[in-house]
């Protein structure tokens, strides 16, 4: 491992600590699949509070494999882009209960063959439930990597493989619990709060925004 990716991980685990957590509420492995599925282009805060009605009224796999699509869509509309939502929904669950008696799988190729199921939302339950080394590039990940120079890539996927090099294995997945906390709390998209960031140095936007202050 780099010199100055450790000395990134240190100040990451001595800023955000070591335990490890997820932030979609969850009580099976196939609730915090679909919670995860329903967590593209929005808030975890927005999934938890639909989740908490979605997952009394359907309370199993067969119940949301068999729901009825247009309720469904009601019933998670607050998550955004329902109708697709809906749809891979209960494709997931259908393919959960055909293809492995209903349980949620493991591997990387297994959980990718599941509808509406790609690599980020496979690699969060590996990493949650499997506890399989995983790296989750999500909106945060994306732009606090590039912002500290860990990858210079825009594709996801590359981005992981970016990760998974520069990382060592026992921080994949807590890299991506860390950096949520941090992308919320100090390094946002738009108006990151850099004067109270202790990454700065390593920051490329930051040294970008100090030349032309100058």
């Not at 932030?23 to 639909?50: G, K």
């Not at 998670?76 to 209960?90: D, E, M, Q, S, V």
């Not at 209960?97 to 599941?114: I, N």
Request: aromatic share 8%; with cysteine; hydrophobic share 30%.
């Amino acid at each position: 491992m780099k010199k100055r990716t450790k000395e990134i991980l240190d100040i990451l685990d001595e800023e955000f600590g070591t335990d490890y957590k997820c932030y979609l509420n969850y009580e099976t492995p196939w609730q915090l699949l679909a919670a995860t599925m329903l967590s593209a282009q929005c808030t975890d805060a927005r999934v938890n509070m639909v989740t908490e009605t979605l997952f009394q009224k359907y309370d199993s796999v067969e119940k949301l494999a068999f729901a009825d699509l247009e309720e469904l869509e009601q019933d998670i509309r607050p998550t955004g882009f329902y109708h697709t939502k809906a749809r891979n929904l209960i494709s997931c669950m259908r393919d959960l209960l055909e293809k492995y008696g209903g349980e949620v799988p493991r591997s990387l190729e297994e959980l990718t063959s599941l509808a509406g199921v790609g690599r980020k939302t496979a690699n969060v339950i590996r990493g949650n439930i499997y506890h399989d080394p995983s790296v989750v590039v999500d909106t945060h990940v994306k732009r606090i990597s590039r912002r500290l120079g860990l990858t210079k890539n825009e594709e996801p996927e590359k981005i992981e493989q970016d990760l998974m090099k520069e990382l060592p294995k026992d921080h994949w997945i807590l890299y991506n619990i860390q950096i949520i906390t941090f992308g919320r709390s100090i390094c946002s998209a738009r108006s990151p709060k850099c004067e109270q960031c202790r990454l700065q140095k390593y920051c490329k936007e930051y040294k970008m925004k100090g030349n032309t202050q100058n």
